[in-house]
């Protein structure tokens, strides 16, 4: 198996039950008891201790996030994952397939701006359909007419919404537009306690923590008048497909991938291989009934229900969405027909609708969410059963003798059994589809409900001409031309089905360019990040710095030699220009350094700049030693205080001394006051505390100038990709386009985090730090909060948006530090890390930054 074996699921999709609890992780203990007797053997854990163990088992979702905020903490000791060996994916083709278009994103909060969602959503339910805007189902898409534009810049009292002034107010109305037209509630997503939740369209699960990007979510929270939540900022982001690529062996498990084989072999180099079932399958699949209309094909449905209800025969009823579920559920009520609803709203009762319903007379309307991994049994669950018997007797189940459970079980069974044969007489379970999904994979995975394990079953799927399918693949307004029939007829006709079956494929080719767009996007991100991230890694891993830092500075330096003393003649060179730059990197200039280079040669002011910086270096080092010496001291603290604290920083002055002075000294010596130190041995541990304290440094100042820029990257790069596909209209290939201009931002991303770093690096000092508190839960599946980034220390209040920026920059505050500032203040899951003083208030950018800053400008 290797060192470590990962085993994947679709969020909870595969298991008839709930997961253990809403958070956690949990390791299997054969000698653990639970105070709920589903979960027995299942100790929680720390997430690192999971993936210790030889095969951990979860969601796609958290391994995901997982590997994102392993590539966002500030200490090694806080990532949780293991190398990525091999995965095996249950239900392969809904993670590879369904939910690759979906980025995973942690994000960060933005600026406030809920007054303008709410603006737009009220404006945009007056304007008229085909009058003032125009749909494209098939693409997704909302265009505004000549004449809503006319009408939206009236009732905002404008002359040219697309003018300069007025732009920032279209991404507002664009997804106010698209919530209110292709958005539909108890569809695409639910209001709970004042939230809107993402309904999965595969699973027609609920999506907690999930939220749609770049202001459609908020745009849909203004529409349904619940609280409008901040903008997010995206920090870090990767997609499935990349995600499960950097496995180096990679499996999965599904019954329907055969028609995706291709898409497997393409994006993930897998081979499908098709199993024969273990018993012969004898599930009789009927053909289509189809209907003009929706609300006919409803009325039929209910027939049939009430015929096979009338029978005894159990029926599966599959919908698309919540509120076709419960419209047919109406319907029945009004029929007198008893049945239960199972649906993203009622998903706490999965476990015990699933379980009995196979048993005779039950009638089950379920969404997508009952389409996967679920086994129904004719005749009903045992287990399920007795466990529900043992409760009506009023018997604790965490506390049931065996005698008791197996008397139950045995009771249990006899009822099943009895009850299973006289379904298999019937003609087993009957799934019954009341759409046609886009994908026949989900119509199969419906279908795949009955006949299971050589049981009998059939299916029958009911369609309408007015269906979504239909409508978006344009079909249905031609044959309502070609064939024209009374509204409650089916219509049976070769045209009809062969429609269906083209509309399908088409869907499927269309959603599979879909995500290869994506693919061929995120590829070029994902050069990018790998490189961050191996960055980053880096960073925490190497027991020193100090080359990596100063081979920055002298870079920095040597630019601005070239800058100032570029000239061929020594009238040409600036050098109180070159001092002046200077200061803003290395603070021990002195004082006639411009003198003493006017006597040297261009070569000899650079070296005498590299020994400077190494100067700076080892003193800013002493220092910050000697503080946190005395500060220790002060306080009575021992080296045994500080090997047994639970901060890192503490843990790391502890072997940093264990490493300079040995283990027999360091033990002989550890229980004495630092104050009690002699002098020799007050050196030793105050260079070794040096030693410590400058990686500290070097880490926080390093590490927050590459999250903070690559955050801003990220930025510019959403930008550069919502427009880039107008590149078309000039002729030029938009993702030729993007990869162009991505790569010359990220060459100006390298650029800017050497140079922000050198000029940073002196200027800093460590302040207290504070004690950690506690991280905050996160669910399953939950976009988790990043984490902290020390905050800036400011002696003055931060600047308003269109106010010059602290740094020096002379751009506006908006284009420079805001996101940055705003992103550090944020209080997430983690409380603050040890917190860096921030860089001089007024700092003059190098003019190797100005020049990048320029270029990107332009």
């Known amino acids: 198996w290797g060192p470590s074996t990962t085993s994947w699921a679709s969020p909870w999709g595969s298991s008839s039950r709930p997961p253990p609890t809403p958070t956690g992780s949990f390791l299997y203990d054969p000698a653990y008891q639970a105070s709920d007797d589903r979960y027995q053997h299942l100790r929680p854990v720390s997430r690192r201790e999971a993936y210790n163990a030889d095969i951990t088992y979860g969601t796609n979702n958290e391994f995901g996030f997982d590997y994102l905020r392993d590539n966002m903490v500030w200490d090694l000791s806080e990532c949780v994952q293991r190398e990525l060996n091999y995965a095996i994916i249950d239900e392969v083709d809904n993670i590879l397939i369904d939910e690759a278009r979906t980025p995973l994103i942690i994000s960060g909060p933005a600026e406030e701006s809920a007054d303008t969602y709410q603006k737009f959503a009220q404006l945009v339910p007056r304007l008229r359909p085909e009058e003032d805007y125009t749909v494209d189902e098939k693409m997704r898409v909302v265009t505004l007419t000549e004449s809503g534009i006319n009408k939206v810049e009236r009732w905002l009292g404008i002359d040219n919404l697309y003018s300069p002034e007025h732009h920032q107010l279209v991404p507002y109305l664009d997804n106010a537009l698209r919530a209110h037209v292709l958005y539909q ?178 009638v089950t309307i379920a969404t997508n969410m009952a389409g996967r991994g679920v086994d129904i049994l004719l005749g009903g669950n045992p287990e399920g059963l007795a466990r529900e018997m043992l409760r009506k007797r009023g018997v604790d189940l965490t506390a049931v003798t065996k005698e008791e459970w197996e008397a139950a079980l045995a009771e249990a069974k006899a009822i099943c059994e009895e009850d299973r044969k006289k379904v298999v007489a019937l003609g087993g379970l009957h799934v019954l589809g009341t759409e046609r999904h886009e994908a026949r994979r989900i119509d199969n995975q419906l279908r795949g409900r009955a006949g299971r394990q050589g049981d009998p079953g059939s299916s029958r799927f009911y369609v309408s001409l007015e269906d979504d399918l239909m409508r978006r693949m344009g079909a249905a307004m031609g044959l309502m031309d070609k064939v024209w029939v009374e509204e409650d007829m089916p219509i049976e006709h070769p045209l009809v089905t062969k429609s269906i079956e083209q509309a399908q494929i088409k869907m499927e080719g269309y959603n599979f360019d879909l995500r290869k767009h994506v693919l061929e996007y995120d590829d070029v991100v994902n050069k990018q990040r790998e490189v961050i991230y191996a960055q980053r ?178 930025t510019d790069l959403d930008s550069l990709r919502e427009g880039i596909g107008l590149r078309a209209f000039a002729q030029e290939n938009p993702l030729v386009a993007y990869k162009r201009e991505a790569h010359a931002m990220y060459e100006d991303l390298l650029a800017a985090i050497q140079s922000e770093i050198a000029r940073n690096i002196f200027h800093v000092g460590i302040v207290a730090q504070p004690v950690r508190r506690p991280m905050r839960a996160v669910r399953p599946g939950a976009e988790a909060p990043a984490p902290q980034a020390p905050a800036r220390s400011a002696a003055k209040e931060r600047p308003g948006r269109n106010d010059p920026c602290w740094c020096g920059s002379g751009k506006k505050y908006k284009h420079c530090h805001m996101q940055e500032d705003l992103q550090a203040g944020r209080v997430g899951g983690q409380a603050p890390r040890e917190a860096v003083a921030a860089p001089a208030a007024s700092q003059k950018p190098s003019p190797k930054a100005a020049k990048h800053k320029k270029k990107r400008k332009k």
């Open 537 to 714: 890694r880096q960073i925490l891993t190497e027991p020193t710095l100090r080359p990596t830092v100063l081979g920055m500075v002298d870079a920095e330096l040597e630019a601005l030699v070239a800058s100032y003393l570029g000239g061929r003649d020594r009238e040409e060179w600036d050098l109180e220009g070159l001092a002046t730059a200077t200061r803003f990197i290395l603070p021990n200039l002195p004082e006639d350094a411009p003198a003493r280079w006017g006597q040297m040669h261009q070569d000899e002011v650079v070296e005498d700049l590299h020994r400077l910086a190494e100067e700076a270096y080892d003193q800013t080092a002493e220092r910050i030693g000697l503080d946190v010496f005395q500060s220790l001291a002060q306080q009575g603290r021992t080296l045994a205080d500080l090997r047994a604290s639970s901060l890192p920083l503490e843990r790391a002055l502890y072997d940093a001394v264990l490493r300079r002075l040995g283990l027999e000294s360091t033990q002989e010596m550890e229980k004495r006051s630092l104050l009690a130190l002699d002098r020799e041995r007050r050196a030793q541990v105050q260079q070794a505390f040096a030693e410590a304290m400058a990686l500290q440094r070097d880490r926080m100042v390093m590490l927050r100038t590459v999250d903070n820029l690559w955050v801003r990257h990220l």
């Open 185 to 362: 509630r108890d569809r695409d997503y639910i209001v709970k306690d004042g939230e809107v939740i993402i309904v999965d369209e595969f699973t027609g699960r609920l999506m907690y923590g999930r939220r749609y990007s770049e202001g459609l979510h908020q745009a849909i929270e203004a529409k349904e008048g619940v609280r409008v939540q901040r903008e997010s900022l995206t920090l870090a982001t990767i997609t499935f497909q990349n995600y499960f690529r950097m496995y180096r062996k990679l499996a999965g498990m599904t019954g329907t991938a055969a028609t995706e084989a291709e898409e497997l072999h393409k994006i993930y180099g897998l081979e499908v291989v098709v199993i024969p079932t273990h018993k012969p399958m004898i599930r009789i699949d009927y053909p289509d009934v189809v209907y003009k209309t929706e609300a006919a094909k409803f009325r039929a449905v209910v027939e049939e229900i009430a015929h096979l209800y009338e029978q005894g025969r159990p029926v599966l009823v599959g919908t698309i969405s919540i509120e076709k579920s419960e419209r047919l559920s109406e319907m029945l009520r009004r029929r007198g027909i008893p049945h239960q609803v199972l649906n993203a709203k009622h998903h706490e009762k999965e476990a015990a609708i699933i379980a009995q319903a196979g048993r005779s007379g039950a």
